[in-house]
């Protein structure tokens, strides 16, 4: 397996990444698409939309080998949360 040489600094990544997230897909993206996984090429602006981080990331590269990925959960913050969570109710 090629490993992938990191073309980008993590905030320039991040920028870039928000940046095509706000302008191109944000307008067309379904509020039935809330909490999942966008993964997004920073350089080409193609993307993938699953509930599964992976599975996202696997079809973005099957289409873009070399994409620089920047990931974000549609609607929310961070991609995971981090640490313990009581369920309500």
Not at 28 to 53: C, H, N, P, R, Y
Not at 69 to 82: A, E, M, Y
């Amino acid at each position: 397996m090629k490993t992938q040489q990191r073309r980008y600094s993590k905030d320039e990544l991040a920028q870039r990444g928000q940046e095509i997230y706000v302008s191109q897909i944000q307008p067309i993206v379904a509020s039935d698409q809330d909490g999942k996984i966008l993964a997004i090429d920073v350089d080409s602006g193609a993307f993938e939309i699953d509930d599964d981080t992976l599975v996202a990331s696997d079809r973005l590269l099957e289409r873009y080998p070399d994409a620089q990925t920047w990931f974000l959960r549609i609607g929310h913050r961070g991609v995971h949360q981090l640490g313990w969570h009581r369920k309500a109710g």
